[in-house]
C-alpha cells in the first residue's frame, strides 16, 4: 500500500495543480529481505543467503573498479565519465573529469511492478506558529523586549532554513514595515528559537515575524506573533 498525499505545486509560483508526495513509505533492508525469504517453509538459510548475497555485490563492485559493467535480470551497471574534454587530442583527467556509475532498473525489474494499491492522505499543513516569546533581561513574557537582548520564540514548526536568505526572524514596526532583521540566532529548533536582538531597536511597539518554510520545502510561510512587543 502507497500511502499519498496531494501538495500545491512548489516549483513554479504561476503553476497551477498539485502534485503527489508519498508518506511513510516502508523501507526495508536486506535482512528484512533474507528474513521473507527464509521464513518457515523455506528451504532457503539465512547465512547462506546472506553470504551469497554479499559475495555477489562485493564481485560487481570490483568488477566496476576494474571498468566492468554488469547486465542482469533486474539492474544494470554501468560507467559514465563526465566533464569537459579540451580537443581530441585531450585526454582523461581526475582533476577536470570523473568516472561515475550509475545504477539502473531493468525491463524484466519494471514490467514485474504491476500498480500498487494507494491510499490518499489528507493534508495537513504545517504552518509556523509562535505562541509565546520570553525577554531573559527584563523577565518579562509576551509584553516587554529589550534592544540588543536575548529572546526566547516558542512555537510550532518555526525551525528557520537558511537555504533560502529571506528566511529569519523580523522586527516589523507599527506601520507593518520591517524595522530590521535579526543576525544572531543561538537555538534553532522548530519548536524554540533563542535569537539575539539588534541593539539598533528604538524604544516603541513591535511585532515579532517569521519567515520560514516546513522541513526546507521550498514553500514559505509567514508568522507574526499575535502580541505587540515594547521595547522600552
Known sequence: MIKYRLIKHPFAKNRTGYVARIVNQKIVNQDSIIEQITREGSILKSTECRAVLDAFFNQIVENANSGVGYHGKYIDVRHTIKGNFIDEGDSYNSDRHSINVTIGLSKEFTNKVKDPKTEKLQYVEHLPVINRVYDHISDETDSIITSG???????????IYDSNPLHGVYIIGDDNKIVSKVERISVNFPQKLMVVLPRNIQIGSYYIEILTSYRDTKITHTCRFNK???VV
Do not use: A
Open 149 to 159: 537582548g536575548v529572546i526566547d520564540i516558542i512555537g510550532e514548526n518555526i525551525k
Open 228 to 230: 505587540k512587543l515594547t
